[in-house]
């Protein structure tokens, strides 16, 4: 009977200690429960803590998007931008072969749009009559500043200004071709760039040249660009260029007749020895210097000692 009771006690206490636990075991549950690796191992017991971590979770979520109290959620931040490629050159010029490696300004369209740019290049696409009077005044700038004041320096005014306006007019004609033929191999050179489907290209220098190929399309533009802009206007230089070849070959049969003498013959030392030995020479070489305002003083008479050599004789009168 006794060791029922003793059995019935033991039984009380064990069932006691199982649903009232002790502080010490208390603590140390609580501590595992707010451990993170007890977090991340254990499960909700029970369908309230589920829903209370659920709810935990979607806050933290929201506030990590940026979305407020309201649990917006700021979708430009969570969806990830995607970094727009840099491109290797400009491409504000919308005239490229499609090959990066080509620099812009060595591409035939860049290089046509660059020419009807320049202060020069870009008259050739003037009409006819304007790109004729462009000619015009650069005839008369060049004849008044350069020309004249050059030919006026060899024929004196006042008893050669014929001489003088003829090799000014020679003289301007000849800058005008040679600016025309300028003309013409600037262009030239471009369209050749344009109707070809192969182009070469240097990427910083001689050293690292190479060639390029145009894509199918761009050859197609190419070619309408130098059917309606560049042929014309190599045309109208080609034109211009053989008018004034024909004027500069007419202005050098003119100045040969108004001056056949060469006007700086006195200064070759074959002249000077004709002068010396030929009394006739001697006269009209003297007449030549009193027309143009000299004087007719013999350079000995100036020293004792060529006066003496050369006899004194026409030293006298001066």
Do not use: H
């Not at 935990?56 to 931040?77: D, I, K, L, P």
């Not at 003088?164 to 003289?171: P, Q, S, W």
């Not at 390029?212 to 399309?217: D, F, H, N, R, T």
Request: net charge negative.
């Amino acid at each position: 009977m006794m060791q029922r009771i003793l059995a019935g006690l033991a039984l009380g206490a064990f069932a006691a200690s199982a649903f009232n636990p002790s502080p010490t075991t208390s603590l140390t549950r609580q501590a595992k429960s707010r451990s993170p690796t007890s977090r991340l191992r254990s499960s909700p017991d029970t369908p309230d803590e589920e829903e209370d971590d659920a709810e935990a979770a979607r806050r933290r979520y929201t506030e990590m998007m940026g979305g407020g109290a309201s649990g917006v959620v700021n979708v430009e931040r969570a969806v990830p931008r995607i970094a727009k490629p840099v491109p290797r050159r400009d491409d504000s010029r919308p005239l490229g072969l499609q090959d990066e490696a080509v620099p812009t300004d060595q591409q035939p369209a860049q290089e046509l749009l660059d020419l009807k740019k320049a202060p020069i290049f870009k008259s050739a696409q003037l009409e006819d009559s304007e790109f004729g009077f462009f000619l015009l005044k650069t005839y008369a700038a060049i004849f008044f500043v350069v020309s004249l004041p050059i030919s006026l320096v060899t024929y004196d005014w006042q008893t050669s200004l014929a001489q003088a306006l003829v090799a000014a007019n020679f003289g301007t004609v000849v800058l005008e071709f040679f600016l025309l033929l300028r003309l013409y191999v600037g262009w030239t050179y471009v369209g050749d760039r344009l109707v070809k489907d192969v182009g070469y290209y240097e990427e910083s220098g001689w050293y690292d040249g190479f060639l390029s190929v145009k894509p199918p399309e761009i050859v197609a533009r190419d070619k309408l660009l130098y059917d309606y802009e560049v042929e014309p206007a190599i045309k109208r230089v080609t034109t211009f260029g053989a008018a004034a070849l024909a004027l500069m070959l007419g202005s050098f049969l003119l100045l040969k007749v108004v001056a056949p003498a060469d006007p700086y013959a006195y200064l070759e030392q074959d002249y000077l020895q004709n002068v010396l030995q030929d009394d006739a020479r001697a006269a009209a070489e003297q007449r030549r210097v009193l027309e143009r305002g000299g004087s007719a003083k013999p350079t000995y008479c100036d020293d004792r000692y060529y006066r003496a050599v050369a006899g004194g004789g026409g030293c006298s009168q001066w």
